[in-house]
DNA sequence: TGGCTGACTATGGTTTCGGCAAGTTAGACT
DNA sequence: AGTCTAACTTGCCGAAACCATAGTCAGCCA
C-alpha cells in the first residue's frame, strides 16, 4: 500500500470546523445501494418500472420505495407514456438535479470499477471515444491537486 | 457492444442489462453518514481521532469503527507520529485510494449544497482562488455532456 | 503508586434497508 | 363479466448503522 503524505499535517490539523454542510439529506437519498443502482441505471437508459427492476436486482418493493423517495426528492419525474394497445404507463426521467448527479454517480462508480478486482463498464466520450473520467477542477479551468483545496466559511 | 445514451426514451430503454459493477463494496465504506463525514474532515486537513471525532461530532464509538473499517479497507492508514512530552499516537492519512475518493466525496458535497437550502462551505484553489467543482471529461479533455456518453462493456 | 487522558472496545437499544410474500388497482384483452 | 398483467402497496423478518453508556489499556506526570 502506498501513502502519499501531505506533509502538512500539524497545520492542517488547526483547520477550524467545517460548515455543517446539508450531506444527510443527500446520504439519506443516495446513501443506499438500490437508490444508487436506480440512478445508474437511469443514466444508462432504463425509464420504465419493470426495466429498472430487473436492471437492478432487486425486489420492485424496495425498487417502488426507493423511487417514489427520488421523485419526492426531486431527482426524478415520472412522465406518462403510452404505447400502442398498452395503457398509459409512467417513465421516470431525470430531472435537472438528477442530472446534476450525474459526477457522484459517476465517481463512485468509478472508484468502486478502479479498486477492486471485478472490473467494470467502460464509458467514453461519443465525439472522440476517450474514456471519461471525473476531475476536479477550478473555475479557472486548472486540474486541482488535493493539496491545493482551501475550505472557505460561506462569504 | 457498446450503446450510446440518447435523450430519446424509447431507444434508450432498449439498451441491454449493465455490467455488474462492484458498487456494493463501495457503498458499504462511504455509504454511511458517518464514513463520509470523517472522510471529507481528512480531505479538509484533519488526521487525528479527537479531531476528527469532534469534527463529525459522532461518538467516538462508531467513529472508531468506521476508520478501522476505513484503515481495513486500504483508504487510510495509520501513520505514527508523537509531540513532544506526548507518547506516541497515530495520525489518520489517506492511501492513494483515498486520495482516489476525492472526487466522489466532493461531488456528493456539491450536490449537497447546490441542492438544499442550508448552504454549505466554499472551496477554492489555493493557487488562483477560484471555485472548485467536479467535472465529467474525457481523457482529450473535452467537457462530457451525459447526453454525449457511451457505455462499453469491458473489452 | 495512583491519577489522568487519549484511544479505543463492549453492550444494549432504536431506526433503516433489503428480501420475501401477499394483496391491490387500473386498464387491456376475450 | 372475467382474466391477465404492470405497477405498485403492505406486512414481517433479519441485518446493519447509529447512539449512549460503560469499561479497558497504555503511557505520562505528580
Given at each position: 500500500m502506498t501513502v502519499r503524505l501531505t506533509g502538512r499535517l500539524a497545520q492542517r490539523?488547526?483547520?477550524?470546523?467545517?460548515?455543517?454542510c446539508p450531506i444527510d439529506r443527500t446520504l439519506q437519498l443516495i446513501g443506499n445501494r438500490t437508490a444508487l443502482l436506480l440512478l445508474r441505471e437511469v443514466f444508462y437508459?432504463?425509464?420504465r418500472f419493470d426495466s429498472l427492476v430487473k436492471r437492478v436486482g432487486v425486489t420492485d418493493a424496495v425498487a417502488a420505495q426507493r423511487l417514489r423517495e427520488l421523485v419526492e426528492a426531486g431527482v426524478l419525474t415520472k412522465e406518462p407514456y403510452r404505447e400502442?394497445?398498452?395503457?398509459?404507463r409512467h417513465a421516470y426521467v431525470l430531472t435537472t438535479a438528477g442530472h446534476d448527479l450525474l459526477p457522484a454517480v459517476l465517481a463512485l462508480l468509478q472508484w468502486g470499477t478502479a479498486h477492486s478486482s471485478g472490473g467494470g463498464p467502460i464509458v467514453t466520450h461519443a465525439d472522440c471515444g476517450e474514456p471519461v473520467q471525473v476531475e476536479v477542477r477550478c473555475a479557472a479551468g486548472h486540474?486541482?491537486?488535493e493539496d491545493d483545496l482551501v475550505v472557505g466559511s460561506r462569504r
Open positions: 490539523d488547526d483547520v477550524p470546523l467545517g460548515d455543517r437508459g432504463a425509464s400502442p394497445g398498452q395503457r398509459t486540474v486541482v491537486d
